[in-house]
């Protein structure tokens, strides 16, 4: 049977905004997804974040269910809100509190924290001043990541800076799908190279306030396959791998944007605003990349703008998301990164699948597309290991169901069950597969659901 390695890293993950809820308690400021929530039409069902898991309240008992996970690892993000409620200046002690009692309780289960500075949540002070649109902003970025090091660095030994900047910027800024919801492509790509910057600036904080630990940046992956050999279609993916997957990793782990994007945009009047020696700053050392794993895509030609590439379903099953599930993808998108990085070790930050998930009147959620769809990521995840890819660690998304953005509280991608009406946790039967799974480093478990769960409920 094939084993993961003995120091496997294995998470869950969540983010503060969508997780945390007491969105005006103890001094928190208002973020841009404050904001965007509470304009008419822009959510599913008009949810917020105001309330959403209360994490924040329930902090023992998400400790006490991490535990009883047997995780050893949990990603979560710091709300910069929370810490700087303006972005800048004034620092919330009670947001400090709040960070530092989740990682105390953390370290005392012998789980280790796992810190992203930066998960959307920009203050909405800052967005009256431009956003990330505005360079300022990267430097404001780096002061409140200071204060986070200064505050929590003596105990989290590992930082994410900026979680998915793709989706920040592009999905923000071009598709209007995300806060702040503007639609315009240059300005994405200015906040595209603002957040990179944030990124480098905060890495140079961290170095030189000799913090112990590691340090990298997570962005959101896929695998881009051509639909047919034509010169056309294969420049198309290529066209879509640069833009989401290079356009990110490449400066981070090489200094430079992709050529062949950078003319490719500069033909059709858009450029990176770029100055002396910000790919320096931005490609100073990390110590892993994270990868944010959910699906692929085949790619044709098409006339869309700027990029003229399109997406062409393949037919395979999808999650509730309507993202197709291909693993392979995953196995691939890994082999590729170590050609391209081979001095890099990754870390999967986040993978998971949205179900429609539905609680059994004896109150179980048989939640099984979830098992299959981890099972199937884990066996690609170490096919790569065994194939000497520097994998370390796996983080699943996500620890409980919570808000899944412009889809509301719609969409479940939780290991544990949330129901919004009282916000009681429920394991589902994939985070009973997933505490085998963690415990004994491979996949091959079989587990009689109902003893598990009945003996859970005696020991309750
Ligand atoms: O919920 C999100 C998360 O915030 C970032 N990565 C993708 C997840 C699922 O859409």
């Known amino acids: 049977m094939k084993n993961f390695p003995d120091d496997f890293i294995w998470g869950t993950a969540t983010s503060a ?17 404050d904001r965007f929530c509470h304009t008419h039409g822009n959510i599913h069902n008009q949810d917020t974040g105001d309330r959403a898991c209360e994490h924040y309240y329930r902090l023992e008992e998400d400790l006490n269910i991490l535990e009883d996970l047997g995780v050893n690892a949990y990603r979560f993000s710091v709300s910069w809100p929370r810490i700087q409620p303006v972005g800048r200046g004034h620092v919330n002690g009670r947001g400090i ?58 105990r989290v030994h590992s930082w994410i800076t900026i979680n998915e900047p793709w989706v920040a910027s592009f ?23 603002h957040l990179l910057l944030a990124h ?33 279609d294969r420049e ?19 200094g430079q944007y992709p050529e062949g ?27 892993f990349l994270g990868i944010n794993y959910y699906s692929s895509f085949d790619i044709k030609k098409g006339e869309n703008q700027p990029l003229e590439a399109d997406f062409v379903p393949t037919g395979r099953d999808k999650t509730a998301m309507g993202w197709e599930i291909r693993p392979e993808g995953l196995y691939d998108l890994l082999i590729s990164l170590q050609k391209q990085f081979p001095e890099t ?46 994998l370390k660690g796996y983080f699943i998304w996500s620890l409980m169901d919570n808000f899944e953005w412009a889809y509301g509280y719609e969409k479940r991608f939780g290991i544990i069950h ?43």
């Not at 905004?17 to 997804?33: H, K, T």
């Not at 709040?98 to 920009?122: C, E, K, M």
């Not at 598709?175 to 906040?191: D, K, S």
């Not at 600036?201 to 047919?228: L, Q, W």
């Open 97 to 154: 509190d709040f960070y530092q009692r989740l990682v105390d309780g953390l370290l005392s289960r012998n789980i280790t924290p796992t810190a992203t500075l930066y998960h959307w949540d920009l203050p909405v002070a800052l967005q009256l001043e431009g956003g990330w649109n505005s360079r300022n902003t990267a430097s404001y970025f780096a002061e409140y990541a200071d204060e986070v090091f200064r505050s929590l660095g003596d």
């Open 345 to 390: 070790p990754f870390l999967i930050t986040e993978n998971g699948a949205a179900c429609n998930d539905e609680v059994d009147e004896d109150g179980r959620v048989r939640d099984n597309e979830r098992i299959d769809y981890l099972k199937s990521h884990f066996e690609m995840a170490l096919k790569a290991i065994e194939d000497g890819v520097p």
């Open 17 to 33: 905004y969508q997780i945390e809820g007491a969105s005006r308690e103890d001094g928190r400021g208002d973020s841009i997804w």
């Open 200 to 232: 480098g600036k905060a890495v140079e904080v961290f170095r030189s306030g000799n913090h112990k630990g590691d340090i990298g940046i997570t962005c959101d992956m896929s695998s881009y396959y051509p639909v047919s050999e034509s010169i056309e």
């Open 171 to 193: 999905m923000g800024h071009w598709t209007g799908q995300h806060a702040p919801g503007l639609q315009n492509f240059q300005i994405a790509l200015n906040v595209a190279h």
């Open 236 to 254: 198309a993916a290529l066209r879509l791998d640069e833009h989401k997957v290079k356009w990110f990793t490449h400066p981070v782990l090489k």
């Open 418 to 460: 949330v129901d919004f009406s009282n916000l009681k946790r429920t394991w589902k039967d994939s985070a009973a597969w997933c505490y085998q799974v963690f415990e004994s480093g491979h996949t091959d478990v079989s587990l009689d659901f109902d003893s598990f769960f009945d003996e859970e409920d005696e020991d309750d």
């Open 261 to 287: 994007l950078l003319s490719w945009y500069s033909e059709k009047g858009y450029e990176p605003p770029v100055q002396d020696g910000d790919m320096e700053l931005i490609s100073g050392k990390v110590d």
